[in-house]
């Protein structure tokens, strides 16, 4: 989603980039590069995999970039929580074992904490920073730049699962409205050949840090949600508009997100199936259309906000009639499946995986179910007396 806000930022962090002798590089498609063990992009950092690991030399010492993301870990949380988003946008910026700790840790600091504060004026009184306690270099720097109430913990390391490296974190948090932090910006530095940390340090480090420009938005405009902010609160409120009132907002938050990451994913030339990523966008999709049906909206109706091209509104026209058929075998099986073993004995991974029947769908088939034969018993009671 784009507001004024989000475009503006994005154009003064590619400009401050520059300026501050950091190359910039537009982003890549949504799906990880054949190197990484992932589906998907799900950070700036991701791309840089070979070079942070020392497998690859970088083209350029320093870099920024901004990257369109995705993340599928974290479902049942979107809408929710108000600060996690299956698709996003993430600032971040690199630097390449092209110096030592003190030198790394001094520019990469001060990078992010100038930007947030010179750059983008947020207040200076509500930026909360966390450090690893062993970490006297990069409290150093922050006690340099002004910050002596450092939150210190010892959460803030990072191991690789790739190779024998670990690095030491430092976060900026941001103090909402109603007093709870929230990480704003996430800075780690890769400076151990091994992974136990304080092990064989590097003579040269890497730093590599990530944003979500959807969490500086809300900072800017004072919004303690996402979904409040410009990028969100207009589409939101348009999709409530079309719905029963069935659900609480952090339904039609969903269906605002679902749509998001499907339509950007299909953009991308992906298409909905039954293999790695075109499985998880059948996923979300069919999820989408579920939060729809279940209130009442008209999935077209939504998908107009977006102005969608004919190929990507054929996409969703052909999943949705795909998903229909599946669900009614689905309904016949479930039928079957409870007339022969009860409704206690459902197989409901059978029922996901041959069918393609959605959590939702199948806690909605018991409760109607279960409504039925409660109707049925008062009936034949009253018959009885």
């Keep these: 989603m784009q507001s004024k806000n989000s475009i503006l930022i994005k154009e003064r962090f590619k400009e401050y980039a520059i300026r501050n002798n950091f190359k910039y590089q537009d982003s890549m498609p949504i799906i990880a ?32 970039s901004i990257q ?8 049942n949380s979107i809408g929710v929580s108000g600060r996690h988003h299956i698709l996003f946008n993430m600032l971040g910026h690199f630097m390449f074992y ?16 100038s930007f947030l504060t010179k ?18 270099v990069t409290a150093n720097v922050w006690k340099k ?41 996430n800075l780690v530095f890769t400076q151990f050949d ?69 339509i950007e994913l299909i953009r991308e030339g992906i298409q909905p199936g039954n293999k790695i990523q075109s499985y998880m966008l059948r996923k979300l999709m069919r999820t989408f259309f579920d939060l729809c049906d279940f209130d009442n909206i008209n999935p077209e109706k939504i998908l107009n906000y977006n102005k969608l091209d004919e190929n990507c509104i054929n996409v969703f026209k052909k999943e949705r009639i795909i998903y229909f058929k ?29 069918y393609g029947l959605s959590e939702m769908y199948i806690s909605k088939i018991i409760s109607r179910i279960k409504h039925q034969n409660k109707v049925k018993n008062e009936i034949d009671l009253d018959r009885d007396m």
């Design 98 to 113: 092209n110096a030592n700790e003190k030198e790394t840790k001094n520019t990469f600091i001060e990078f992010a904490y």
């Design 194 to 262: 091994s992974k136990v940390p304080f092990e064989k340090p590097s003579i040269k480090i890497a730093a590599d840090s990530g944003v979500s420009l959807e969490r500086i938005v809300s900072a800017i405009e004072n919004k303690n949600n996402n979904y409040e902010n410009s990028m969100w609160n207009e589409y939101v409120n348009y999709i409530k508009k079309y719905g029963n009132g069935s659900y609480d907002i952090s339904q039609y938050r969903r269906i605002a997100d679902l749509s998001n990451a499907s």
């Design 68 to 75: 369109k993301c995705l993340r599928t870990d974290n479902l």
């Design 145 to 185: 730049l002004g910050k002596s109430n450092l939150i210190e913990t010892n959460k803030n390391i990072f191991i690789s699962p790739y190779a024998n490296k670990s690095a030491l974190r430092t976060e900026i948090l941001w103090r909402k409205t109603d007093n709870s932090l929230v990480e704003l910006w």
């Design 33 to 64: 590069p054949q190197n990484s063990k992932l589906l998907f992009n799900i950070s700036g950092g991701v791309i840089f995999q070979d070079e942070l690991l020392e497998k690859k030399n970088a083209v350029n010492k320093n870099v920024a």
């Design 326 to 354: 599946s669900i009614q075998k689905g309904l016949i099986q479930a039928k079957k499946q409870i007339d022969k073993f009860g409704i206690e004995n459902l197989d409901k991974n059978n029922l996901k995986s041959t």
């Design 119 to 136: 750059e983008l004026q947020l207040d200076d009184k509500r930026i909360f920073v966390t450090v690893h306690p062993d970490d006297i």
